[in-house]
């Protein structure tokens, strides 16, 4: 048996290993944002914490760039910086999709 005929398995065996959960978030310091408030356009205009801090989106975005939040990237487009959950293929967990406040 080759690694191309058992790479699925071995990658699901990753993800299991490596998957990030709010624990270790805790554990280590930093929050994860477990909701979001949207603006009548449906952009995201401030975050709630696993802590219970209410964030407006600037000061979101400063916190995630000085690494005090878990499970998200601070990335540049369309000209500003724009807050963004990892890259896990997890659907529920993406800023969109978490409960509104």
């Not at 270790?24 to 310091?29: I, K, L, T």
Request: hydrophobic share 35%; glycine share 6%.
């Amino acid at each position: 048996m080759t690694l191309a005929d058992n790479f699925e398995e071995i990658y699901e065996r990753y993800r299991a290993e490596h998957q990030p959960s709010a624990g270790d978030a805790v554990r280590d310091g930093r929050e994860c944002i477990v909701a979001v408030r949207k603006n009548d356009d449906g952009d995201i205009i401030a975050v709630r914490t696993d802590q219970g801090r209410d964030l407006d989106y600037v000061t979101a975005l400063a916190e995630a760039k000085a690494g005090h939040l878990a499970h998200v990237d601070v990335f540049h487009k369309y000209g500003r910086d724009i807050l963004r959950s990892e890259p896990d293929g997890i659907v529920e967990n993406n800023l969109d999709h978490l409960p509104e406040f």
